[in-house]
């Protein structure tokens, strides 16, 4: 019912930047937050940062000054702009679409995208 499409990984050095970018679409009434989250290998899933749909923001202190998640509402889309990047920020992002509201059924739902990989060298 709903789809989350996730762009904008690959490989870049240390220092260097990417914008990853993630589309939702489908019957959806509403979302509350958005979203990213990573996974490094042999390591649990963390919060990378969130914003709601009102513009107030989350972020893990390792990114903090660092990283900067903007939201576009008309196009149901979240952006995460990644400056400074650090090798151990290499992972596997995904998109979060958190407490969403269907024009289909009634509840809060949530969704995860695909995963896009992002590695850092050093």
């Known amino acids: 019912q709903v789809q989350l499409v996730e762009s904008g990984g690959g490989l870049v050095q240390a220092g260097g930047s990417l914008r990853l970018s993630c589309a939702a679409s489908g019957s959806i009434f509403s979302i509350n937050q958005m979203g990213w989250y990573r996974q490094a290998p042999g390591k649990e899933r963390e919060l990378v940062a969130t914003i709601a749909s009102g513009g107030s923001t989350n972020y893990a202190d390792s990114v903090k000054g660092r990283f900067t998640i903007t939201r576009d509402n008309a196009k149901i889309t979240v952006y995460l702009q990644m400056n400074s990047l650090k090798p151990e920020d290499t992972a596997v992002y995904y998109c979060?679409?958190?407490?969403?509201?269907?024009?289909?059924?009634?509840?809060?739902?949530?969704?995860w995208g695909q995963g896009t990989q992002v590695t850092v060298s050093s």
């Open positions: 979060a679409a958190l407490g969403v509201v269907l024009r289909t059924t009634r509840g809060w739902y949530d969704y």
